[in-house]
């Protein structure tokens, strides 16, 4: 059983900049496509981004983040990371980290098994 559990979440305005962290255990975390996934009131669940653990971690991005944000791992440590930057309004959502046990790096959320339970960015104008 692989547990996730996300941090980093908060208040900040328009330009501004935050790193969300998840932290993973109970499983083989070196081996897993790790993704981001965000969920704004009265919207559905949208991939962010994901990093394989193949070719050195390949990134995939949405292409409204691209450029913007960064998706990084430590396979030492079992954290998955998002660094956002130049946050707009439209990126507040709760934010989801996601593990896909078969490390396809894909965008799909119905491949990912693991879920953690979120946490809230509130970007202000």
């Known amino acids: 059983q692989v547990q996730l559990v996300e941090s980093g979440g908060g208040l900040v305005q328009a330009g501004g900049s935050l790193r969300l962290s998840c932290a993973a255990s109970?499983?083989?975390?070196?081996?897993?496509?790790m993704g981001w996934f965000r969920q704004a009131p009265g919207k559905e669940r949208e991939f962010v981004a994901a990093?394989?653990?193949?070719?050195?971690?390949?990134?995939n991005y949405a292409e409204s983040v691209k450029g913007r944000f960064t998706i990084s791992r430590d396979s030492a440590k079992n954290m998955v990371y998002l660094q956002m930057n130049s946050l707009k309004p439209e990126d507040t959502a709760v934010y989801y980290c996601a593990a896909d046990l078969f490390d396809s790096g894909t965008k799909i959320g119905g491949d990912y098994a693991y879920w953690g339970r979120g946490t809230q960015v509130t970007v202000s104008s």
């Open positions: 990093i394989s653990s193949w070719r050195g971690g390949s990134t």
């Open positions: 109970g499983g083989t975390f070196r081996r897993y496509t």
